[in-house]
């Protein structure tokens, strides 16, 4: 009846992990693979025939991850779980694939620890994305300080234009209303319409300078509520 119970729980274990897109492996104390579920099979490349009794760490550990591997499998043995490790496993043909694993001690009735169950997805898609949209915040961070300096700039010259501009127009506007006051019985009235003409365009100049002041003396908050 024992052994009943057992097989009927293990039956339902496996159609469950069997059924479920994530990967679910099992590593008996030694570290040897006791259940491939579909899903490894489908990431890894490796069938559950192939892995069966079989040292995960021979086939699908990068080297480079070994001592991470090592330090999982202790931290197990502690009966302690591993919770969202972003981590790289690769394939069979070895590929490096991006993983959030965890991990978590496998008891029997009594309490010991007898495997270890490892639950698993593929982020490496997600991952590439991540570094995709902090690569481009970066280059919008970059180009937001090239224009600001740009920006400063132009402010700087646009204040200097102006005030090269200003003292001469105003002196300008002056001189053509001193000949129009000195000299209007001389001049004939298209000579006078023209002398005022100028003055109109003369004014019309020192407005638009002191506006482009103005403008460039507005805050980026300004702009916004503008």
Same mark, same amino acid.
């Given at each position: ?17 069997? @059924? ?17 579920? &579909? ?13 069966? *009794? %079989? &040292? ?22 502690? *009966? ?24 978590? &001690?496998? %008891?029997? #009735? ?23 949209? %902090? ?18 700039? $132009?402010?700087?010259?646009? #204040?200097?234009?102006? $005030?090269?501009?200003?003292? &001469? ?21 298209? *000579?006078?319409?023209?002398? %005022? ?19 460039? @003396? ?9």
């Amino acid at each position: 009846n024992d052994l009943e119970a057992i097989n009927k729980t293990f039956a339902l274990f496996k159609c469950i992990t069997d @059924s479920c897109y994530d990967v679910v492996t099992c590593l008996d104390l030694s570290g040897k693979v006791i259940y491939w579920n &579909p899903a490894a099979e489908k990431l890894y490349k490796f069938t559950a025939a192939e892995v069966i *009794g %079989r &040292p995960v760490k021979h086939f699908i550990i990068p080297e480079n991850k070994m001592d991470e591997y090592k330090e999982l499998g202790i931290v197990s043995a502690k *009966g302690e779980s591993i919770v969202n490790r972003v981590t790289q496993r690769t394939d069979r043909d070895g590929q490096l694939i991006d993983i959030l694993l965890n991990v978590f &001690p496998v %008891r029997d #009735e009594q309490g010991r620890i007898t495997a270890t169950c490892g639950i698993s997805k593929d982020i490496t898609e997600q991952l590439k994305y991540i570094s995709s949209i %902090r690569s481009l915040n970066e280059e919008l961070t970059k180009k937001n300080h090239q224009l600001h300096s740009v920006n400063a700039e $132009l402010k700087a010259f646009t #204040e200097l234009s102006v $005030l090269n501009y200003s003292e &001469p127009l105003r002196n300008l506007y002056l001189h053509l209303e001193q000949i129009v006051n000195d000299s209007a019985a001389n001049l004939s009235s298209s *000579g006078r319409a023209n002398l %005022r003409r100028s003055q109109s365009a003369v004014q019309k100049m020192k407005l638009l300078t002191e506006d482009i002041v103005g403008f460039t @003396s507005l805050g980026e908050s300004d702009l916004c509520k503008t």
